[in-house]
């Protein structure tokens, strides 16, 4: 008869549990062991696979760009169609010695060219003189803030006017004339212009005394936001454009290149000449503002084929 231990399960019962359970926990700590070990084997070596497949991804895709390659540079493209910062370099240089050479006047010259900002060249560009017709310009600024362009073809420039703003804009540009000018201005108000137009910058120009003066740098200035779009919106840039094409005056800078599209407005008015222009020449473009004291327009001509023979 066997003794019952607790639970009633006989003696032998007991002993052999123990014994199975000391045969059975070290297979069982092995496996645990086996495990623990192979899981982050598997996980490193997916891990790596993982890597390898994104960098052969990368590199197939994105491409090494050719600037960063060694030996294999690209050289830089020039943007500013055909005219280098050489060409203006050698025009500063020109355009100084044609001043200096000139036997009678004195000169203010800018040349912009209006695919390049840097592009620049320079004689005597903030000297002021009388402006002559080339306010007329600037009277543009105050009408087009205090009048909206599409008033200009109804609107009379005074009560007692004939003429509306847009015709008196027209006959002051494209044939300078006088009362139409004087109109726009006291319509606009003569101290209130000159408030206006050195808010926008043109610090070197005034209109509020009977001489009016200015410098080549405003005026190319002037030329230079019209050109771009800048300075008005987009009819009021192309109403102004086409009355500088309608130009009537044209022995200054558009006889020195005959083979350009030159949009100019002179001035003249005792002893100065001047002559402001956007020119278009094969693939340049760019302002030319020409001021003088005792100069002519066969000077501003020769000028005018001079700098086109450099910027062509």
Request: net charge positive; aromatic share 8%.
């Amino acid at each position: 008869m066997y003794t019952s231990y607790a639970g009633n399960k006989p003696r032998h019962y007991y002993l052999y549990a123990q014994k199975t359970k000391r045969r059975v926990w070290p297979l069982f700590a092995m496996l645990l062991l086996t495990c623990a070990l192979t899981v982050p084997a598997f996980k490193i070596g997916e891990q790596l696979s993982k890597t390898r497949q994104s960098a052969a991804i990368n590199t197939t895709a994105v491409p090494v760009p050719a600037a960063t390659r060694p030996n294999q540079i690209e050289p830089q493209q020039d943007t500013t169609q055909g005219l280098t910062t050489s060409d203006y370099l050698t025009l500063q240089q020109q355009i100084k010695d044609w001043s200096a050479h000139q036997k009678k006047g004195q000169w203010s010259i800018v040349v912009q060219d209006l695919n390049n900002n840097a592009n620049r060249a320079v004689v005597n560009p903030d000297v002021t003189y009388n402006s002559a017709s080339l306010y007329k310009l600037f009277l543009t600024i105050p009408l087009a803030q205090k009048v909206p362009f599409d008033k200009w073809a109804t609107t009379k420039t005074l009560a007692n006017s004939s003429k509306t703003y847009g015709e008196c804009v027209t006959a002051m540009i494209s044939i300078s004339d006088n009362p139409c000018g004087e109109a726009v201005g006291d319509s606009m108000g003569w101290a209130q212009t000159d408030k206006v137009i050195h808010s926008k910058g043109f610090n070197e120009t005034s209109v509020v005394n009977v001489n009016t003066t200015s410098s080549a740098h405003d005026v190319a200035s002037y030329m230079e936001q019209l050109a771009h779009g800048t300075l008005f919106d987009q009819p009021t840039t192309a109403f102004i454009k086409n009355a500088l094409a309608n130009q009537k005056f044209r022995t200054g800078i558009p006889a020195g290149c005959q083979d350009c599209t030159v949009l100019n407005k002179t001035g003249n008015l005792d002893s100065v000449w001047h002559d402001a222009a956007i020119v278009t020449h094969g693939q340049s473009q760019y302002v030319l503002v020409v001021m003088s004291n005792r100069g002519t327009p066969a000077q501003i001509a020769s000028l005018s084929k001079l700098v086109a023979g450099i910027l062509k």
